[in-house]
């Protein structure tokens, strides 16, 4: 459930960013880029659809560059501002970041074993943890609740999404970590749970 937070917003839309060329050859991006495709792009205007009319006032952005374009194209169709939230940048991928898994089992060969015994709290080399993360994904909250005198639309990533779903929704870190959302999907998140638009 949301916390009595009166930063928080009491309801929220949730998107990923669109597909992204890295996404299509599975590299890890973290906090380094790549563009949307053009599938992508069709994505984000498929939300910025879905969302007209359900009282989004403001659409707060990761700043990275595949999710600050994603809410672009959803606030021009809404005519509303986009504010660059640092905080909802993905998690950082460290060393890790650009690599596919088949090139860090090379680097780094005991990686998917470590994480594994630990996946919240095993931090990227050089990068960071979930559990850092989720701090991160607190503070985003606040600032969009701040930012919002309605409805806002965050605009995020796979990871860290997991983390705001998790402090909104009160959420473990195993139940955290089970959570999935592919692009093009948006989650309406309020008091009485989560669903997807």
């Known amino acids: 459930?949301?916390?009595q937070d009166r930063r928080v917003p009491e309801r929220l839309l949730l998107v990923r960013h669109g597909q992204t060329e890295w996404n299509?050859?599975?590299?890890?991006q973290g906090q380094l880029d790549s563009p949307l495709t053009a599938e992508g792009v069709r994505q984000a205007a498929s939300v910025a659809e879905r969302v007209v009319?359900?009282?989004?006032?403001?659409?707060?952005?990761?700043?990275?560059?595949?999710?600050?374009?994603?809410?672009?194209?959803?606030?021009?169709?809404?005519?509303?501002?986009v504010v660059e939230v640092p905080e909802l940048a993905e998690v950082h991928h460290g060393r890790m970041a650009g690599m596919t898994w088949d090139e860090i089992d090379v680097r780094?060969?005991?990686?998917?074993?470590?994480?594994a015994a630990?996946?919240?709290?095993?931090a990227f080399p050089g990068g960071e943890s979930y559990a850092q993360a989720?701090?991160?994904?607190?503070?985003?909250?606040s600032v969009c609740g701040w930012s919002a005198s309605g409805t806002p639309l965050v605009v995020s990533h796979?990871?860290?999404g997991?983390?705001?779903?998790?402090e909104l929704r009160g959420l473990d870190a195993p139940s955290a970590l089970a959570l999935r959302h592919p692009h093009g999907v948006v989650f309406e998140i309020d008091h009485r749970g989560e669903r997807m638009l």
């Open 1 to 3: 459930m949301i916390p």
């Open 24 to 28: 299509v050859e599975h590299r890890l």
């Open 53 to 81: 009319g359900r009282g989004v006032t403001i659409v707060c952005s990761s700043p990275l560059g595949r999710a600050l374009r994603t809410a672009l194209v959803i606030a021009e169709r809404l005519g509303v501002d």
């Open 108 to 115: 780094f060969p005991t990686a998917r074993e470590d994480r």
């Open 118 to 122: 630990n996946r919240y709290g095993w």
């Open 134 to 141: 989720r701090a991160r994904a607190r503070r985003a909250l």
């Open 158 to 160: 796979e990871m860290i």
């Open 162 to 166: 997991r983390m705001l779903r998790a």
